[in-house]
């Protein structure tokens, strides 16, 4: 089931606890945009159909990656994108749009895209796995 933007912006804003939707909605830009660059096949495709079309595209479309970036060069590279953005304001601004990304997808969908990314994304989907 796809999520309305509405809805979707509602959530991320929510667990992010940024003050505007705009806000969020730049968040969710820059986020979507470096995971889908990390995401091939129809995990990717099978995500995007449960994203507000917007997000979907940006998903679909992203430049592709050199190479996967560890969670740590991820929130790097996400704070390189947003302005005025530290480390740790990236690291929970990537939480929050993934947490959210993880829930519309499900669990056996956001199994199969923590499989395609190098160790430790499971924490920045807020879905830590056992050891």
């Given at each position: 089931m796809t999520l309305r933007r509405e809805t979707f912006l509602d959530h991320v804003r929510e667990r992010g606890e940024y003050d505007t939707a705009e806000e969020a909605d730049r968040v969710c830009r820059v986020v979507l945009g470096l995971l889908g660059a990390h995401l091939v096949g129809t995990d990717r495709a099978e995500l995007a159909a449960r994203l507000p079309e917007a997000y979907a595209l940006i998903l679909l479309n992203p430049l592709q990656a050199a190479e996967p970036l560890s969670p740590e060069r991820f929130v790097r590279a996400t704070a390189a994108w947003i302005e005025g953005a530290s480390?740790?304001?990236?690291?929970?601004?990537?939480?929050?749009?993934?947490?959210?990304?993880?829930?519309?997808?499900?669990?056996?969908?956001t199994r199969r895209i923590l499989l395609q990314l190098p160790a430790g994304y499971d924490l920045l989907f807020g879905r830590p796995q056992s050891p």
């Open positions: 480390q740790a304001t990236a690291a929970w601004d990537v939480s929050a749009v993934l947490s959210v990304a993880a829930d519309a997808a499900g669990d056996d969908l």
